[in-house]
């Protein structure tokens, strides 16, 4: 039988130097475990815009489509700002996301305990965090029509659809209750339904999917600016979140940057099955492509490892060897290997991103 | 000359009790400095429904209309969470701020002194914040059209529209440029323009307004996911931050409650000048109607307050009578005097609404 595939896309800033330190555990997992894959490498976003004048090629979206998973590493950087909508980096990204229907994005957000102490809140509130925000990734205001730059009169008018299907939402939904099972059972639901006619049909749906399908789940549901402040308050009153597409960005990211563990953070985005039984998937850092301190070996690899390990788990159902990588992570934080940026203020030496890949293939 | 007028527009839950005190400091303000306000009182919200099955009728609109200021203090509940979506309590707030064109919501995050140990954050990331969110907030997804839910095939599907013209934008930007001038001169604008076309708008009119009448301000442009990240990690970067109705909803209620000082915090929404050059205005706190301690007498008076110290320096120019009140409040709350909500886990015994309000009377 072939092997599993993985299409690696290290994309810009950050990406490739980080995505280097994952091609070493796939490598140390060929070599110690048996374990192989087939892996090819393409481009997304920025560079491929320099090389093809397109953030994604209809070549590499039909690579990314065939893949038994896709690693992407991060898109965009200054250099790319004053693109047109159409061809920025970001695109790429998105015309993945869609095309694959990876409807499902998990973002875990998880406090090490290593690091509790970089958090900017207290460690009594973030220590032992561990939630995860399952946000919409297909549809909503990121996608819906009309949208655009408009004249009206002899002014300009902006335009974006937030558009929510029943299906859409009750999809998502499913996956956030499904996951709960697995976890602590409780899945707390995300809109703005008191000033927004697609975040009453969001509640319905998922409360309907929830009575019918998961009534053993515990389900709440909060508005939106609530729940960002919930997240500030006492984030350990959650387990599972769900919620659309543009809340899921900024809520996902407040949660992360609330954990202190910015670079250490993965996360899964989630399709329908293939026909071989395996979800389309995507994986990707939470953190973004950091083009202040790309190519200076300073980026921390962790959350592009973490990413590497969410696949193992969902795409491969390698779960034992998942749980590996995450262990060996949390053995080299544990021993006081530091990044530059998990540096505290009373300082100490920073490795680079090679030796905290090399320190995580010797924890393995 | 007649004097100023004030509607009061207690609403619901805790929104009647906060207002008391209120009430108590413009008694003050006739008895004691001989400033006299033409003050009346009327329903908005779930306390409106009841008696006239509408959150807001147009008798209370146009007196709405008429006011100086308008003195909100809290809408919704539990109780009308059935309710159609047009009768919402929320739609009677909605309707004051879109009638009356309240585009600029100034919402302060300001860390008391008193209370910074109080935040989830650590000391050091909040002690001394003080920044101001301008919120638009009679545009946007809030007010856009088409909206509702729709049958398409055999599913619902929900609808809202983000819409934001070129005017709209410019007079909320205006707005923050005018206050950055008399703060720290500093401004930083958010919105999803790397994913929303209504924010390449938002971005660049942003930045006309802001190249062509204050060049002298400085201006940076955040994208709104990572700029709910900083505001949890290091609010002190920001001095003014505008953004739009939705996004401004959620990035000042993590602000809010970042600086632990949720039931301290007021707002102001202000409009065009009117004929006598005062802005429209509408003053209310940050917090909602807080419906499980409604009419027990424990509810924090202190954002009500100080959002009628915004109304003494916004719309009657006492500037210095606004500096008073907010003084009072600042030597209340060094006293140690503190209302249930601001009791930390040491304990102690908290005062009443009533209680705070007559303590600020007599710091006043
Ligand atoms: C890069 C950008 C298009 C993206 C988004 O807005 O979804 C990012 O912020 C994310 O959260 O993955
Ligand atoms: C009550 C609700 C309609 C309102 C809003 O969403 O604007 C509130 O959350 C606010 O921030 O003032």
Known sequence: MANPSILILAGDGIGPEVMAEVKKIIGWMGDKRGIHFD????????CAYDAHGTP??????????AADAVLLGA?????YDKLDFSVKPERGLLRLRKEMDLY???RPAQCF???????????????????VIVRELTSGVYFGEPRGIFKEGNERVGINTQRYTESEIARVARSAFELARKRNNKVCSMEKANVMESGILWRDVVTEVHDREYPDVELSHMYADAGAMQLCRWPKQFDVIVTDNLFGDLLSDAAAMLTGSLGMLPSASLGAPMANGRPKALYEPVHGSAPDIAGQGKANPIAC?????MALRYSFDLGEEATRVEKAVEKV???????????????GSPVSTGQMGDAIISAL
């Open 56 to 65: 994604l090629t209809d070549a590499t979206m039909a690579r990314a489509q």
């Open 104 to 106: 499902s994005n998990l």
């Open 305 to 309: 490892i973490l990413s590497f390990a």
């Open 75 to 79: 898109v965009g950087g200054p250099k």
């Open 333 to 347: 934080l544990a021993d006081g290997v530091r990044t530059a940026d998990l540096m505290g203020p009373e300082g």
């Open 39 to 46: 892996v090819s490498e393409d481009l997304v976003g920025g």
């Open 113 to 131: 305990d290593a690091l509790a102490d970089f958090s900017s809140l207290k460690r009594e509130v973030v220590a032992g965090l561990d939630i």
